[in-house]
């Protein structure tokens, strides 16, 4: 539930109404507005039940929160939030692009791409290092070696950088080289890799499930965020339907549906919602048009030779002129790129 205080509540008044709460087990988390000053709770509410914590000094009036997710709720916290990932700021009144290869297949190849999509517009570099493939077989990435060559170029085009993680085990080599992890869709339940990623302390971007539901993608939010880390960004990827034409089905209309119920920053990844370079600009426009925050896109120096998702691969050119096309609607939607 969510406490609503009186906008002249003293702050003798919030304090007392914070100790109420955590005398009886529960955790209080404030949120301080210009207008409002609201205190969640999260925790079994019933040990308030004898509190008449309704009539306590300041209080104006309690709203029951039914959802099971709390910390992300835009109810317990009404101001969107702005992660920072480096020097970037991911939230209201930016337009982020997260930009770079599937996968980081060698040193020359992410130098060279982290020039490229800096000198474009992007300001965060994505790489990947560890790939969870559908088969076996296929390139699983360079793992630690990837890692070192993607902070090497990130430092040399002056980006802050992104990887996925796959495991717990890859998440603690991660930390050590990286300023953003990110959790890919086929592990947004893994509850134990959550865990540790809200422990980890450094911002993390969760992409929705193949199949997941708009709600059990902000309760997969939610153990991270409980653990302590709420700079947690969301990522619209595209969801698994009956539609063969593209590789996925992105469903823009996630974006002002998370909008309305979670205060964390959403960005889209038109890349893997297609599958097909042609689709990414128009998918990446409707993304900025939709009220996203930024979008993540996959770019390799020749997308031919890509060891993984080259059909989807921007050129160097593609994407220097998809961030030209991209600037007027990002402006028309009041926010500022690059």
């Known amino acids: 539930m969510i406490i609503i205080m009186k906008p002249g509540a003293s702050r003798s008044n919030i304090d007392h109404v914070i100790g109420m709460i955590e005398e009886k087990g529960l955790n209080a988390h404030l949120s301080e507005g210009s207008q409002v000053t609201i205190i969640g709770v999260v925790g079994d509410k019933t040990k308030l039940a004898h509190s008449n ?48 290869p599937c996968a980081v297949e060698s040193r020359e190849q992410v130098l060279e791409t982290a020039q490229a999509v800096k000198k474009a517009g992007a300001s965060i570099l994505r790489g990947g290092a560890y790939k969870p493939r559908t088969s076996p077989y296929s390139f699983q990435g360079l793992e630690e070696e990837g890692l070192k060559y993607m902070k090497e170029a990130g430092e040399t085009a002056g980006l802050p950088i992104i990887c996925e993680v796959t495991s717990c085990h890859a998440l603690e080599t991660a930390v050590r080289y990286v300023d953003m992890i990110q959790i890919g869709a086929r592990n947004m339940q893994n509850f134990e890799l959550l865990k540790e990623a809200g422990k980890a302390g450094i911002p993390v971007m969760l992409k929705r499930g193949l199949s997941a539901t708009i709600d059990e993608w902000l309760n997969a939010a939610e153990y991270i965020v409980a653990e302590g880390n709420s700079n947690v960004v969301l990522c619209e990827r595209g969801i698994r ?98």
């Open 241 to 338: 339907t009956f539609e063969p034409s593209t590789r996925n089905t992105l469903d823009i209309s996630a974006v002002p549906v998370l909008k309305s119920k979670t205060h964390l920053p959403v960005i889209v990844d038109p890349s893997h919602a297609s599958g097909v370079r042609a689709y990414v600009e128009p998918l990446a426009k409707a993304a900025a048009a939709a009220g996203a925050d930024g979008i993540m896109v996959e770019v390799h120096p020749c997308p031919e030779k890509a060891l993984s998702d080259g059909p989807q691969s921007l050129t160097f050119s593609d994407f220097d002129k998809l961030c030209r096309d991209l600037a007027p609607y990002a402006g028309l939607a009041g926010r500022r790129f690059p």
């Open 53 to 100: 914590i309704e009539i306590a000094p300041g209080v104006d009036h309690i709203v029951p929160v039914t959802e099971s997710y709390k910390l992300t709720n835009k109810k317990f916290h009404p101001k969107d939030s702005v992660v920072q990932v480096g020097h970037v700021l991911i939230g209201p009144g930016t337009f982020t692009v997260m930009a770079g």
